[in-house]
């Protein structure tokens, strides 16, 4: 069964541009995370969705991330325009619907920000 | 802010010792999972306890849960190099399915 997939793996940008990530879930996965993990900390929850809505957004910094999943299944989050506390990793992970405790994380993509 | 704390930060243990991990968190849980992230990898699901349990096994995995000190523990037995990696709690709650990453413990098993 193939895992769920990120790209790019790594990303160097300069402050105030933009940056855009993809994430693929598992197939048949309804519930699509998006995590940024700084370094030496834990995942924060950024957004949430339930097939193609959103059901948890509170801790996305709305002024400059967005985040979409057409169709409810591939997602992309963006970054515009970007500061330097925003490099991170951002982990993409998904679960079944009725079972959103036992999330399945991407490899994560590694942005650093100049 | 994030909801669990991990204790101790960091472990450091010989090839064949057992690794126990503290999580304590604050508000009341649904369940409490365990992860593991290997370097510049994702994280793995490794555990979940709910929250009318207190002990759950799992291969060489041990993990408790006391609910009314907000307290999981982990115990990796018997612990191998490749066990190296961090681990995380994480809290699960009602009405909206929140999962909270607590700060890790880092977890080297000297071969």
């Excluded at chain 1, 769920?4 to 793996?9: G, H, K, L, M, T």
């Excluded at chain 2, 993990?63 to 191998?80: E, F, M, Q, Y």
């Excluded at chain 2, 190296?84 to 909270?100: D, P």
Aim: proline share 4%; hydrophobic share 35%.
């Amino acid at each position: 069964e193939a895992g769920v997939a990120q790209s790019p793996r790594y990303k160097i940008i300069e402050k105030r541009q933009s940056v855009a990530f993809w994430c693929n879930p598992i197939s048949g996965h309804a519930t699509l995370y998006w995590y940024q993990q700084i370094l030496g900390q834990g995942p924060k929850l950024l957004i949430q969705f339930q097939n193609n809505g959103v059901v948890d957004d509170s801790q996305l910094p709305k002024d400059r991330f967005s985040a979409e999943r057409l169709k409810g299944v591939d997602s992309t989050l963006k970054i515009q325009p970007a500061k330097l506390e925003d490099s991170a990793v951002y982990l993409c992970a998904s679960s079944f619907l009725t079972s959103p405790d036992t999330q399945y994380f991407g490899p994560g993509t590694r942005l650093t920000v100049l | 802010s994030q909801q669990g704390e991990e204790d101790p930060q960091a472990l450091s243990i010989q090839e064949g010792e057992n690794a126990t991990m503290n999580c304590s968190y604050k508000t009341s849980i649904n369940n409490l999972q365990w992860y593991r992230q290997n370097s510049g990898r994702g994280l793995v699901h490794l555990i979940l306890i709910r929250s009318n349990e207190r002990e759950k096994h799992s291969g060489r995995l041990r993990v408790t849960l006391d609910t009314s000190k907000k307290s999981s523990s982990l115990l990796i037995t018997a612990s191998r190099a490749a066990d190296t990696a961090s681990y995380f709690c994480a809290t699960g709650h009602t009405g909206g399915f929140k999962t909270i990453f607590g700060a890790g413990t880092r977890l080297f098993v000297k071969a």
